[in-house]
């Protein structure tokens, strides 16, 4: 998968720049300047706009008591649909209007999700990362208790060893509220 990356990363430039000179020939250098331009401030007001109807689609849901993932999710895409369409090249453009219509991107943004899921990266966390178990929930979707959790209770001590005890303390569990702190624990002073 690193190989792929790799070869898109370096392979991605020399077609913007190929596609750019062929637009040059084809339309002259002053109107392909003009078009990259032009689809940059194109960019820019598409993602304020829709940006604006995806926040308003967040605020509905969340007004609604719904999940604002969907929203919040087609609010990303948008932002990438306009970085896409503001870098310099014709390539980037195609893909950033591509991802300005609505079902497209919602549907990309899906497969890319369950994708994600199915892959091992959870939303909260991954299951089975590079390095072994990671955070997350368990396949299974029921929590265990860890080993590695201690349980513990606590008592508040008297403070200032006259016998009385302080107004926030609370009676320790499982005692009348009378008994005294065991002189023998390794956390009490003195």
């Given at each position: 998968m690193f190989i792929l990356w790799f070869?898109?990363?370096?392979?991605?430039p020399v077609a913007e720049i190929t596609v750019f000179v062929q637009m040059g020939h084809?339309?002259?250098?002053?109107?392909?300047?003009l078009l990259t331009l032009a689809t940059s401030v194109a960019g820019t007001l598409l993602m304020r706009i829709q940006g604006f109807t995806a926040m308003n689609r967040f605020l509905a849901a969340a007004e609604k008591g719904e999940s604002p993932v969907g929203p919040v999710l087609?609010?990303?895409?948008?932002?990438?649909?306009?970085?896409?369409?503001?870098?310099p090249g014709f390539l980037s453009d195609i893909i950033g209007l591509l991802l300005f219509i609505p079902p497209l991107r919602r549907w990309l943004i899906a497969r890319l999700f369950r994708q994600m899921v199915r892959g091992g990266v959870h939303p909260m966390?991954?299951?089975?990362?590079?390095?072994?178990?990671?955070p997350g929930p368990p396949r299974d979707g029921r929590?265990?208790?860890?080993?590695?959790?201690?349980d513990a209770e606590f008592e508040t001590l008297d403070p200032d060893g006259k016998g009385r005890k302080p107004a926030a303390?609370?009676?320790?569990?499982?005692?009348?509220?009378?008994s005294k702190p065991d002189p023998s624990s390794p956390w009490r002073k003195g």
């Open positions: 070869l898109l990363f370096l392979c991605w084809a339309i002259g250098w002053p109107g392909t300047i087609d609010g990303m895409g948008i932002f990438v649909a306009g970085l896409f369409l503001m870098l966390g991954t299951r089975d990362g590079p390095f072994g178990k990671q929590f265990r208790k860890a080993d590695n959790v201690v303390a609370l009676p320790p569990s499982g005692g009348d509220g009378d």
